[in-house]
């Protein structure tokens, strides 16, 4: 159940949102986990800017404010779309293995990919791409 | 333990390294195991090239098998710095969670820049950007 929250000290807000649907429910899921990661390390990275030229000003909060938005909505996505697609092979091919990671990427590299207007062959290098990156992580799990 | 096998049709090669050593036997495993997943990335992109242009000469074979060892050492490189930094928190901190993927990110991401001759800033958003990779990748191992 995809649920998102908020902690202040000893304070905590939890939403959960149950869509009643295993498949909608990991990608809604993805895309708000993944998505907070993006935004955070956009924030991350402009506080670390700000630091180090020693200013802040409205202008450039509401840049970054706006950037994590898109930075966010972006990397929840991809995430969103790769843990559907995972789920989505998990379930038709009825088994668990770093196969489904495999397949999983490719089609989500295919898909973001032609996505943001690719054509032809960047979208097979991108799938192929993609493939690897999942697999490479899959593996790196059993690792760890 | 480290292994790396080969398998064609029913006849399978099995090699296993022992260094005797918890830490450097995950750096090497990650090394050969994403090292081949990189490797194989590039074997699948020039064959899907070759595919396209319809042929196949001595040199582009050449070129391909020099980029293989070129990116499957790199990809290699990077999983086993990611991989020993991730066992060497966890053993420091006394405990598994998202926190050792995320200080692990941090560390590889500033250490790999470092290597690939980046200056100050550059270092310090490689490594931001490594420990939200890192922690993404972390959150979307616990949703599939």
């Not at 949102?17 to 990991?26: A, E, M, S």
């Not at 200013?55 to 996505?77: D, F, I, N, P």
């Not at 089609?107 to 943001?116: E, K, M, Q």
């Amino acid at each position: 159940m995809p649920r998102a929250g908020l902690a202040a000290g000893s304070s905590k807000v939890d939403i959960a949102i149950d869509l009643g649907n295993p498949l909608l429910n990991r990608t809604v899921d993805g895309f708000l986990k993944i998505g907070a990661v993006g935004a955070c390390r956009v924030a991350a990275e402009d506080a670390f800017d700000c630091l180090q030229s020693g200013s802040v000003s409205k202008r450039k909060l509401e840049q970054t404010l706006k950037k994590m938005c898109k930075e966010g909505a972006y990397w929840g996505a991809v995430a969103g779309v790769y843990v559907g697609m995972e789920y989505g092979v998990e379930r038709v091919r009825g088994q668990y293995d770093w196969k489904n990671a495999l397949i999983g990427g490719i089609a989500s590299g295919a898909l973001i990919s032609a996505a943001s207007d690719n054509k032809g062959n960047k979208i097979a290098q991108d799938a192929i791409t993609g493939g690897a990156i999942a697999t490479a992580v899959e593996f790196i799990n059993y690792l760890t």
